[in-house]
């Protein structure tokens, strides 16, 4: 098995001041359901008739952004010695995690139940339920620690979460020209209008392999875990990202699904783009081919390899991998 560690590009990363971190006092998720603002309804044939075509890309980039541009690959994230508690609690849960990220790249956390995987995923994007108590976060060279969540957004990052919630009373359509209107707005570009939204989002069904009546149902709500999975992955398509954090987007998905998920991912990255993906499973893996595989346990990184890592944990359980 190879074993690297988990520094990956050749150059060298921009100093990380370690500023005072800031205590998110309310989730500012750039989802803010509270600011959303009535937008007039469409009728399906409208909808239709302004359907774009979308050609999907499928081919899963196996390889790192070095491999794809012929440069060398451009530092996106450096996580350095990264602890967090419960905010509430104070329990201490991240204990030191590393990782670096380049652009390009796939990245894929694997570990035990309850190893901290989600944590670290949910500080990243500045989750208000924990509280960084030490190292550093630089996202495309600024202190990401320092950001709120609606700037972490802006600034690139996206999660898609575990268990993505219901959101009763708003339609699908409403809620994704909300939130990319407000990306927009941040980004001092004109917001889009429900028939320009419409003409923009109608390909990414296409992608995501979602029928148009998805638009009008309530946000997640009587959605199967497959549908909600593919509902995230259209909220990437519509926002874009150039790092998305997946947490187990293949839990609950049929085969099928779990294909047009991935073939969609693969769809969505570029060679500036990058991944990290949080599963236990080989199978998205051989979808989604990663660049580096992670072994988390009790709140840090304790291997870092390829996907042979996966290949033995699949056959030999974490006891192959425990920390030495
Ligand atoms: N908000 C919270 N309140 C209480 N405990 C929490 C909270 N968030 C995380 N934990 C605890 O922290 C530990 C790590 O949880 P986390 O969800 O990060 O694990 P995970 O590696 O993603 O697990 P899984 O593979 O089961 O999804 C668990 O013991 C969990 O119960």
């Given at each position: 098995m190879a074993l690297l560690n988990s520094s990956c590009c050749s150059t060298p990363p921009p100093p990380s001041s370690l500023l005072p971190f800031r205590k998110f006092t309310s989730n500012s998720l750039l989802l803010r359901v509270s600011a959303l603002r009535p937008l007039r309804r469409h009728s399906a044939q409208n909808r239709l008739s302004l359907r774009l075509k979308a050609s999907i890309a499928v081919e899963s980039p196996a390889i790192s952004g070095s491999d794809r541009g012929?440069?060398?690959?451009k530092l996106l994230l450096e996580v350095k010695d990264l602890s967090a508690v419960i905010a509430e609690s104070k329990q201490p849960i991240l204990k030191g995690v590393n990782l670096t990220v380049c652009e390009g790249e796939i990245h894929a956390i694997m570990?035990?139940?309850?190893?901290?995987?989600?944590?670290?995923?949910?500080v990243l994007v500045g989750h208000p339920d924990y509280e960084v108590t030490g190292g550093s976060v630089v996202f495309k060279g600024e202190n990401l620690l320092e950001m709120d969540p609606e700037e972490r957004?802006?600034?690139?990052?996206?999660?898609?979460?575990?268990?993505?919630?219901?959101i009763p009373g708003v339609s699908n359509i409403d809620f994704l020209n909300m939130a990319y209107n407000a990306r927009r707005r941040k980004l001092g570009l004109p917001e889009l209008g429900p028939i320009e939204f419409y003409g923009y989002i109608s390909?990414?069904?296409?992608?995501?392999?979602?029928?148009i009546e998805f638009l009008n149902r309530n946000v997640n709500e009587g959605f199967s875990?497959?549908?909600?999975?593919?509902?995230?992955?259209?909220?990437?398509a519509v926002l874009g990202a150039d790092f998305a954090i997946l947490d187990e987007i293949d839990s609950g998905?049929?085969?099928?699904?779990?294909?047009?998920?991935?073939k969609a991912v693969n769809g969505l990255l570029t060679p500036k783009k990058s991944v990290l993906m949080i599963t236990h499973y080989l199978r998205l893996l051989e979808f989604i081919k990663p660049t580096y595989i992670h072994v988390m346990e009790d709140g840090s990184i304790i291997r870092t390899g390829d996907i042979s890592i996966a290949k033995v944990l699949e056959k030999e359980g974490y006891k192959a991998?425990?920390?030495a």
């Open positions: 012929g440069d060398s690959p570990g035990k139940n309850g190893s901290g995987k989600s944590t670290f995923a949910k957004s802006v600034a690139g990052l996206f999660m898609s979460f575990q268990s993505p919630v219901e390909p990414k069904l296409d992608i995501v392999n979602m029928k875990g497959g549908e909600r999975k593919r509902n995230e992955i259209l909220q990437l998905l049929d085969v099928d699904a779990l294909r047009d998920v991935a991998i425990a920390a």
